[in-house]
Antibody, heavy 122, light 107 residues
Framework: EVQLLESGGGLVQPGGSLRLSCAAS????????MSWVRQAPGKGLEWVSV????????YYADSVKGRFTISRDNSKNTLYLQMNSLRAEDTAVYYC???????????????WGQGTLVTVSS | DIQMTQSPSSLSASVGDRVTITCRAS??????LAWFQQKPGKAPKSLIY???ILHSGVPSRFSGSGSGTDFTLTISSLQPEDFATYFC?????????FGQGTRLQIK
């Protein structure tokens, strides 16, 4: 059974940093691209970033480019999202998601984690 | 960026009804279209990929169709557990984009 467990969310001041983690199990982690998707309170879904199975390819939404960094440790079956220079508009539930193949192009999400809440406020 | 527009934004229906939700892309995306279901306070659930293929375990009352710019999600006979918000998503081009969502409510 695929399981994705996010952690690391919390309250942070504007301009601060936070690192989210997503512990994966139930599949061969290194064989699949992984994504982060966020949802602001009461709003829709917003794609944030994706990383290939090897970690060699990454893409970002313009809204986070230059501030967020996606990475993975395949030896630990863990996905990360380093978030710097946080803004109030980054407040959201952040979901970790598994893609259906190793590549970032043409890959779709098949499993979702339960999400972790990030609140950016002074 | 490719804009995804869903209609309607909200919909009221009864158990047993047939409902259709439409998703339109601002440019052609072939069949790189997914549908997700989300219930309040819960993570999204993947329903359909490649416009018309159901994920494992998704009931057959759900179906998807379309290609290019126009897509539909149809629920043939609404069940109580289907009342939720539905999102379409294109994964043809980066940045990946979602529709704004369609809230399906009980009439």
């Amino acid at each position: 059974e695929v399981q994705l467990l996010e952690s690391g969310g919390g309250l942070v001041q504007p301009g601060g940093s936070l690192r989210l983690s997503c512990a994966a199990s139930g599949f061969t982690f290194s064989s699949y691209a992984m994504s982060w998707v966020r949802q602001a309170p009461g709003k829709g879904l917003e794609w944030v970033s994706v990383i290939s199975g090897s970690g060699g390819s990454t893409y970002y939404a313009d809204s986070v480019k230059g501030r967020f960094t996606i990475s993975r440790d395949n030896s630990k079956n863990t996905l990360y999202l380093q978030m710097n220079s946080l803004r109030a508009e980054d407040t959201a539930v952040y979901y970790c998601a598994k893609d259906n193949n190793d590549y970032v192009w043409g890959a779709f999400i098949d499993y979702w984690g339960q999400g972790t809440l990030v609140t950016v406020s002074s | 960026d490719i804009q995804m527009t869903q209609s309607p934004s909200s919909l009221s229906a009864s158990v047993g009804d047939r409902v259709t939700i439409t998703c339109r892309a601002s440019q052609g995306i072939s069949n790189y279209l997914a549908w997700f279901q989300q219930k309040p306070g819960k993570a999204p659930k993947s329903l359909i990929y490649a416009a018309s293929i159901l994920h494992s375990g998704v009931p057959s009352r759900f179906s998807g169709s379309g290609s290019g710019t126009d897509f539909t999600l149809t629920i043939s006979s609404l069940q109580p557990e289907d009342f939720a918000t539905y999102f379409c998503q294109q994964y043809n081009t980066f940045p990946i984009t979602f529709g704004q969502g369609t809230r399906l409510q009980i009439k």
